[in-house]
């Protein structure tokens, strides 16, 4: 997840960097919708790796369920604004990547051990009375 806002967070830096020359190329994607989803997608991400680091009980399911909303948006975003043949005939790979490792995180999220762990960071310690 850290890697997921950091690459996140490089394309909004990158597109701000080369705004200029960006802006001066025919594009099916706005440079700004671009730059806009790399900083929303990278602080989300941000957020949703301190969760897990820190093993706060929301962000097991919440890992999920942003992973599967990102595979979407990424899809979403190949299949609106690619134009050419060769652009199109790579979704369907996509897409089978995206199940594959959507169902990587989610067997990854739900083994015991990390379950175990995310529910019993917060737990109160019984307490010994005398």
């Known amino acids: 997840m850290f890697l997921l806002s950091g690459v996140s967070l490089a394309r909004a830096g990158v597109g701000i960097a080369r705004w200029p020359m960006l802006m001066s190329l025919p594009e099916t994607l706005p440079t700004q919708v671009s730059i806009g989803l790399g900083a929303v997608w990278g602080i989300v991400w941000a957020i ?16 999920f369920a942003l992973f599967v909303l990102y595979q979407i948006a990424i899809l979403g975003e190949q299949a609106v604004f690619a134009h050419g043949l060769y652009e199109r005939g790579l979704i369907p790979g996509a897409i089978v990547t995206s199940i594959l490792l959507s169902g990587l995180v989610a067997f990854g999220l739900t083994r015991p051990l990390i379950r175990h762990a995310f529910t019993s960071a917060h737990e109160e310690p019984p307490l010994h009375g005398g």
């Open 48 to 63: 949703e790796s301190w969760g897990l680091w820190t093993l706060r009980s929301w962000a097991r399911p919440a890992g």
